[in-house]
């Protein structure tokens, strides 16, 4: 939750982040102590859209560009590499946009059953959940009387309450109503990024065939080049939002595709060969 704050709370996350990369424990503290107050951002925030966009484009390209490698080491016409590869991207599109929509309405839906679960246990047997929490606290070293006396506090505020409890108990996160809404945005994004993204190859195919070159394999090379040069891109985006290094990043995604479209390419190559000799010895 990129750059922003939760309630009430003095800090600029966005630099936060950046003094614990830098491990600037000064710039840690302005973090905290020197931020304007802002108003907290959910999991449908443009934040998250962003992430959306990354790891949809991130597999589009590189399916998209595994079908582009795997058609071209079977040494097929390039107008078979074009029609396989838009064929993958707009049904794969299509299948990701729907799965991230389902998946995380799915997650979305039982995290609110079971924050209506314990609130209703809390409703109906407070000192059983109270009980129960403090055991639990205990469990993971806290002493009788602090556990009482944390637990005890919470149970005062009992929405706070239910939400310690999904979080320490459950392990889930805590349920709020604003995390369903604009969840068929977040499905759209990752379908646009994943046919975005994922065209890059085939058009890039398409647009050197178009040229004029007649070498399938210089085709596929030129291709290569600026397909993986689009995924280190996607790589160092991808390390804005997870805040890891933009370096490492970047050339992960880049070996990930290497690795992923080499196969592609080779087990596509060695069983046109193997065809190839059977029919000939038919």
């Known amino acids: ?10 800090r600029d996350l966005e630099a936060a ?83 991230d929509y389902f998946s995380e309405k799915s997650e979305k839906d039982y995290i609110k059953n079971e924050w209506r679960r314990e609130k209703w246990e809390l409703e109906n047997y407070p000192e059983g959940e109270i009980t129960e929490m403090i055991e639990l606290y205990e469990e993971e070293g806290m002493s009788k009387e602090d556990a009482t006396t944390v637990i005890r506090t919470f149970s005062k505020y009992p929405e706070k309450f239910v939400n310690l409890m999904m979080v320490d108990e459950l392990g889930l996160e805590k349920w709020d109503p604003d995390d369903m809404d604009g969840l068929w945005k977040q499905g759209m994004v990752t379908m646009l990024s994943f046919w975005f993204f994922g065209a890059i190859p085939v058009a890039g195919y398409a647009i050197i065939d178009a040229a004029g070159v007649d070498d399938g394999t210089t085709i596929f090379l030129a291709d290569c080049v600026v397909t993986l040069i689009t995924m280190f891109i996607l790589g160092v985006t991808k390390a804005k939002v997870t805040n890891t290094h933009p370096l490492g990043q970047g050339s992960l995604m880049m070996l990930n595709g290497t690795i992923a479209c080499g196969a592609g390419y080779f087990i596509a190559w060695a069983v046109a060969e193997m065809m190839g000799t059977v029919e000939g010895g038919c």
């Open 1 to 10: 939750m990129a750059g922003k704050e939760t309630d009430g709370l003095t």
């Open 17 to 99: 982040k950046v003094a614990y990369a830098e491990g600037d424990a000064n710039a840690s503290k302005a973090a905290h102590d020197g931020a304007k107050q802002a108003s907290e951002e959910h999991s449908n925030t443009p934040s998250e859209f962003i992430k959306s966009m990354v790891f949809g484009g991130l597999d589009g390209i590189i399916t998209t560009f595994a079908v582009v490698a795997a058609v071209s080491g079977a040494n097929m016409d390039g107008k078979v590499v074009i029609l396989m590869g838009i064929a993958n991207l707009v049904s794969d599109g299509i299948s990701m946009g729907l799965g």
